[in-house]
């Protein structure tokens, strides 16, 4: 079983400061990771994936991605907030290669990030 | 390069109907997965297909059912419509059937049922 676990539904941020945002999975194999974006009333975007390769995993836009296996988490974060980055931001967790359940992704429940300006 | 498509947009239906989304991956890609996301949650799966067989299955009752195309497109089918049905029903495609090469997802459908 997976599952993933994003700490705080809701994170507010100024224009220009950090952005963090928690994700903690939990799997029984080898886990694949994936960050999400979703705007207002459109599907999902895929920010970044980890999949065994480098644990530092940097995406679009200036995220970046670290996978922590004794932390069990794989906490996403930009330098310098954006206006632009204000969106829903979902962690995701499959079972990898060594997994059988083929195509099926977890997700967490989510967290809205508000860049004030 | 088309990115993934589902049509409609938006649906609106009655308690007791079938519904029946559509969705076209991005061309090359051989696998589709479809998704429920709830206002407020993240999305739950439902199925993947890979190469038109069904090759994963999440917790959903047998009102909900799918299948694939000679041409890679898909189709998710909903009977007996409940309120709780209603939400955006997200397809993702991917080029193999793991997870290696990440998903692309369409834009969704909004489902609402009355």
């Known amino acids: 079983a997976q599952s993933v676990t994003q700490l705080g539904s809701h994170v507010s941020v100024s224009e220009g400061a950090l952005v963090l945002l928690r994700c903690n999975y939990s799997?029984?194999?080898?886990?694949?990771l994936f960050w999400y974006v979703q705007y207002p009333n459109q599907g999902l975007q895929l920010l970044l994936k980890?999949?065994?390769?480098?644990?530092l995993v940097k995406g679009i836009n200036g995220f970046e991605a670290e996978f922590k296996k004794s932390e069990t988490s794989f906490h996403l974060t930009k330098p310098s907030a954006h206006m632009s980055d204000a969106a829903e931001y979902f962690c995701a967790v499959s079972q990898g290669a060594g997994g059988t359940s083929y195509g099926k992704l977890t997700f967490g429940q989510g967290t809205i990030l508000t860049v004030h300006p | 390069d088309a990115g993934v498509t589902q049509s409609p947009t938006h649906l609106i239906k009655t308690r007791g109907q079938h519904v029946t989304l559509r969705c076209s991956p991005i061309?090359?890609?051989?696998?589709v997965s479809w998704y429920q996301q709830v206002l407020g949650q993240g999305p739950q799966f439902i199925f993947q297909y890979y190469e038109k067989e069904e090759r994963g299955r999440g917790n959903f009752p047998d009102r909900f059912s799918a299948r694939q195309f000679p041409n890679y497109s898909s189709e998710l089918n909903v009977n007996a419509l409940l309120l709780g049905d209603s939400a955006l029903y997200l397809c993702?495609?991917?080029w193999g059937g793991g997870d290696t090469y990440g998903y692309t997802f369409g834009s969704g459908t909004r489902l609402t049922v009355v």
């Open positions: 993702a495609s991917s």
């Open positions: 061309s090359g890609h051989k696998s």
């Open positions: 799997s029984s194999v080898p886990p694949y």
């Open positions: 980890y999949t065994s390769a480098a644990t």
